[in-house]
């Protein structure tokens, strides 16, 4: 018998499957499996191999929808049928599909389509065979996005510089920018425009806002922009001016933490997943469980070590928050500002007189610093709900914009006013 025989029992294979879950029950109820180790390990590495192959089928896939913004249907079908020889998949099947459908056929006798991404897809005579079926005619009139959305998908793609992309001049004002911003995330959000490559291009605009909105990012960009950007990688040459926040929650504190639907009162959050068979959207790809691991295991060694660093270390003398289990228990009022803050029972004894001042100084200061920033968050939210009310013509959402309260930025009001006296 072959080292490798995977065959399973008779009485077993209407249970089992090559990554089913093993049991205690399937161990030692089957009489055949003599050298079961042996075969548990092999069909481990089955499972890993399956797995490895699933994730280079998402990768090609996601090549062949990369391929698709750029009109390269050559190179989109050569990696579609790479990853339906490495694992079939139904999102494969429907781009295929979808290419057949625009007219991109590979020539006869040929095993992958020889077309010029610059030149027109050959015309070709329909026959009765060519004829599409009903169901063919239904799905293709369901399709879930425009040529103006790919147009529009691609321009952003072929922009040179965050200006570009925002479409607006160098020396725009920051009002502008939210403005172009706005228009161009609601254009381009995943949930409204599903064209190949919309995600890249909705990230592209958060980020070109996100650096632009900030001084001294905006300052480094002008100056060194144009000589650290790549132009023979199209929509990937802004990778040296990172943004600090990501663009689905750049879009959540400007429009209030979801994208409106057609009706003006449901909204759906903005990292929620759709199914859409034709809508090559990027997605992360599934992790086997070997390389699950070997990818996490950095992370918990830099938790282990982060952890044990602060069990050797000093803890901080005082927290903003009550904590009883890690000692801050006792509350206490900064004089000046009167500011809670807790500190642990030993805390009397150990601060007094200039070391206190200056410890109640900084409690202070990061008790403003926080009402800064949950104050920005604040606004923006309130800004975002009614920019949306505003152009979705949704009256409720607009009186809930008008009452929502900013506590922060009342807080802040009042020390402010509490300096000034």
């Not at 992370?299 to 801050?328: C, D, E, K, N, T």
Request: one cysteine or more; charged letters at 30%.
């Amino acid at each position: 018998m072959p080292f490798f025989d995977l065959q399973l029992p008779p009485a077993t294979h209407a249970r089992f499957s090559p990554c089913a879950v093993i049991t205690p029950r399937h161990l030692f109820t089957s009489a055949p499996f003599n050298s079961l180790p042996v075969r548990v390990l092999l069909m481990l590495f089955r499972c890993a191999a399956m797995e490895v192959n699933r994730d280079e089928a998402e990768r090609c896939i996601d090549i062949a929808a990369e391929a698709l913004t750029r009109d390269q249907p050559e190179k989109a079908l050569r990696f579609l049928e790479k990853a339906q020889r490495l694992f079939p998949t139904e999102k494969a099947k429907a781009l295929q599909d979808l290419i057949a459908k625009n007219g991109f056929r590979p020539r006869p006798g040929d095993n992958h389509a020889h077309f010029n991404s610059t030149s027109e897809p050959r015309q070709r005579h329909p026959t009765a065979r060519d004829e599409p079926k009903p169901e063919e005619k239904r799905a293709e009139s369901q399709k879930s996005y425009t040529a103006e959305q790919v147009e529009a998908v691609r321009r952003i793609k072929q922009c040179k510089d965050f200006y570009e992309i925002l479409g607006v001049q160098k020396d725009t004002s920051e009002d502008e920018l939210k403005r172009s911003y706005r228009k161009l995330a609601l254009k381009f959000h995943p949930d409204k425009n599903q064209a190949p490559g919309a995600t890249e291009a909705f990230k592209a605009i958060g980020n070109a806002y996100a650096v632009l909105s900030n001084s001294s990012k905006r300052r480094q960009y002008d100056e060194y922009g144009e000589e650290r950007t790549h132009p023979h990688r199209p929509g990937t040459n802004h990778d040296t001016f990172e943004a600090d926040i990501s663009p689905e929650d750049l879009f959540n504190m400007f429009f209030g933490g979801g994208y409106p639907t057609s009706n003006g009162h449901a909204y759906t959050h903005t990292r929620t997943r759709h199914q859409r068979p034709a809508a090559p959207r990027r997605e992360r790809p599934r992790e086997g469980g070997l390389a699950l691991f070997v990818q996490v295991m950095p992370i918990l060694i830099l938790v282990i070590i982060s952890a044990l660093s602060q069990l050797m270390g000093h803890s901080p003398a005082y927290s903003l928050s009550y904590r009883p289990s890690a000692g801050y228990s006792q509350k206490r009022l900064t004089e000046k500002l009167k500011v809670p803050y807790f500190v642990g029972e030993q805390f009397s004894s150990e601060w007094s007189g200039a070391n206190l001042q200056n410890l109640e100084r900084n409690v202070e200061e990061d008790y403003v610093s926080n009402l800064r920033n949950n104050c920005w968050k604040e606004k923006q939210q309130k800004e975002g709900m009614l920019y949306r009310a505003r152009y979705f013509g949704d009256a409720d959402l607009y009186e809930r914009a008008q009452r929502a309260r900013t506590p922060s930025c009342a807080k802040l009001s009042e020390i402010s006013a509490a300096f000034h006296h």
